[in-house]
């Protein structure tokens, strides 16, 4: 299986920054997608952003030009670098990894177990 441990998250204020972290290790033949999702109190978890294996790079409208992706595959590690944060950008952050395991099985998606990032004067 899959682990995935996120860092980073904490108590910011409006126009601050934080950079998100996250480490996945286990039986890991293939990580495809890595990504970042949130959830708010009271709201349904939502995409922040993605990367894929060829770096391609997708973001939420709402955090475009404010937030950044990046990946460092020889660690099977994703960032979330986050600036200009607002506080409507608080929330719980999730990284998430499509992943196969095994050479012959199907991908599916692990999850850890979050990290909160507040944003308050």
């Known amino acids: 299986q899959v682990q995935l441990v996120e860092s980073g998250g904490g108590l910011v204020q409006p126009g601050g920054s934080l950079r998100l972290s996250c480490a996945a290790s286990g039986s890991i033949f293939r990580i495809n997608v890595m990504g970042w999702y949130r959830q708010a109190p009271g709201k349904q978890r939502e995409l922040v952003a993605t990367?894929?294996?060829?770096?391609?790079?997708n973001y939420a409208d709402s955090v475009k030009g404010r937030f950044t992706i990046s990946r460092e595959n020889a660690k099977n590690a994703v960032y979330l670098q986050m600036n200009s944060l607002k506080p409507e950008d608080t929330a719980v952050y999730f990284c998430?990894?499509?992943?196969?395991?095994?050479?012959?099985?199907?991908?599916?998606?692990?999850w850890g177990q979050g990290t909160q990032v507040t944003v308050s004067s």
């Open positions: 998430n990894a499509n992943a196969n395991v095994f050479t012959w099985d199907v991908p599916r998606n692990f």
């Open positions: 990367t894929t294996l060829s770096d391609r790079t």
